[in-house]
């Protein structure tokens, strides 16, 4: 695994939800721009910047590929 996916597996182990749960709640979001996304993780969330990151990435280009 390369990218963003890469840290999933410690994104699940260190915080306890599944990617799933986390894009979820990225997608049900008000915010869309990447670093708002991630600040608003980091902040609401208390996820770590490259955790958060990771997510948001990986989420919004998923969704750019649809």
Same mark, same amino acid.
């Given at each position: #695994?390369?990218? %963003?996916?890469?840290?999933?597996? =410690? *994104? ?6 599944? *990617?799933a749960?986390?894009?979820? @709640?990225?997608? =049900? =979001? %008000? @915010? /869309?721009?990447? #670093? ?6 980091? /902040?609401?969330? !208390?996820? !770590?910047? !490259?955790?958060?990151?990771? @997510?948001?990435?990986? /989420?919004? /280009?998923e969704? =750019?590929?649809?």
């Amino acid at each position: #695994m390369k990218g %963003p996916a890469s840290y999933f597996p =410690s *994104i699940e182990k260190k915080y306890g939800r599944p *990617i799933a749960e986390w894009k979820d @709640l990225i997608r =049900s =979001s %008000p @915010l /869309t721009k990447h #670093m708002e996304l991630v600040s608003w993780l980091k /902040t609401e969330h !208390g996820l !770590g910047h !490259g955790h958060a990151n990771a @997510l948001v990435a990986h /989420t919004l /280009t998923e969704d =750019s590929a649809k």
